[in-house]
């Protein structure tokens, strides 16, 4: 039995927290989790049955756990994913990995030197549909990409404690948190852009709350990527893609996943979800679904049943690394 310490409690935390319970039969369990916040803890130790602990620090010095499971805010990820990799335990933290170059360097230094294994919680590139897209792009299925749009936008992230997400020290803003999706995914599919053009609307305090980017290939091949958090309490949250090939058009909509073929009628791809299941946690997730197929591949990964190549920290902070070269490109992450 693989042993969890789960630290953070809040919506992402729950939802990580129902995911493991889905996965019990694989072997996986919280046995301990972490908050500062004593009602959110209490809650945890109910939902989960796991023993409590009001640090970070406690969980990993104390718990007896193989796994630390970090869904904090960002700015809290690096010092905690190196203590853990520290005290010998393996790590899943949530995305973005950290915020600062520093902490990226510090963070894959320590991985290399403890030998522990750790997955970044890029969860598009396990989302059913994002990584049907991808196989069938590298099968070659439809010919190669021609263009393609990403966009991701909500409403304004009001759930988050403290309102930390609002501060660009603290998360960096929509670009680093929510968009990073996106763009991390865009380079699992193509690859790093030879040139990243980008420009943003800012908040009255110069944060960046909407942020458009074009990526170009070659000469011949552009991508275009969106993503805002800056629309009333009431607008829905969208996620979207629409990617040209040579011989179809595949997008991914209110209608689902559909292609488009040049020949030949539109039609939805059969996926098989791993998972499917309503989600009462919060936030802006409806369902389970790619958080239970990451976690279930983390855990897989940790049991031998594959590599954990499909979202390895390095890939991580490549894809940070290329949302700040978008940030600069639209003139700094504050005015």
Same mark, same amino acid.
């Given at each position: ?15 990580? /927290? ?20 004593? #009602? ?23 718990? !007896? ?18 203590? /853990? ?13 950290? $915020? ?28 059913? #549909? ?13 010919? &190669?990409?021609?263009?393609?749009? %990403? ?32 763009? !991390? ?17 800012? !908040? ?7 942020? %458009? ?6 000469? !011949? ?19 979207? %893609? ?52 990451? $976690?279930?591949? %983390? ?20 894809? $940070? &690394? ?6 600069? /490109? ?6």
């Amino acid at each position: 039995m693989i042993k969890v310490g789960l630290i953070g409690c809040g919506f992402m935390g729950g939802m990580h /927290a129902a995911c493991y319970a889905a996965l019990e039969d694989k072997g996986v369990k919280v046995t301990a989790v972490s908050d500062a916040r004593p #009602e959110f803890l209490e809650k945890m130790v109910q939902q989960t049955g796991a023993e409590g602990y009001a640090s970070s620090e406690d969980l990993i010095k104390q718990a !007896d756990v193989d796994v630390v499971d970090i869904c904090l805010p960002t700015y809290l990820h690096a010092a905690t994913a190196c203590a /853990a990799m520290e005290a010998g335990r393996d790590v899943f933290c949530e995305k973005p990995i950290c $915020l600062q170059e520093e902490e990226a360097q510090q963070i894959l230094e320590v991985k290399n030197r403890t030998g522990r294994k750790m997955m970044i919680g890029q969860v598009i590139r396990l989302w059913d #549909e994002y990584a049907w897209l991808k196989k069938t792009v590298d099968a070659g299925t439809y010919g &190669r990409v021609l263009s393609g749009v %990403f966009q991701r936008v909500s409403s304004r992230p009001g759930w988050a404690s403290n309102n930390w997400l609002s501060s660009a020290s603290l998360s960096g803003g929509v670009a680093v948190d929510m968009h990073i999706h996106d763009v !991390d995914f865009v380079r699992y599919l193509l690859g790093d852009p030879d040139r990243v053009q980008a420009g943003a609307n800012r !908040d009255k305090d110069g944060m960046i709350t909407h942020i %458009f980017a074009i990526y170009n290939y070659g000469k !011949d091949v552009a991508v275009s990527i969106e993503a805002s958090w800056d629309y009333p309490a009431t607008f829905p949250f969208s996620a979207t %893609f629409r990617v040209k090939l040579e011989q179809a058009t595949i997008t991914y909509d209110a209608n689902g996943l559909t292609v488009y073929p040049e020949q030949g009628d539109p039609f939805h791809p059969e996926i098989e979800q791993q998972y499917s299941g309503e989600n009462s946690i919060g936030g802006n997730i409806s369902s389970l679904g790619g958080y239970y197929n990451e $976690l279930k591949y %983390f855990i897989e990964g940790l049991q031998g049943k594959n590599d954990l190549s499909v979202a390895p920290p390095e890939e991580a902070v490549a894809s $940070l &690394r290329l949302v700040k070269k978008e940030i600069e /490109a639209a003139g700094g992450l504050l005015a």
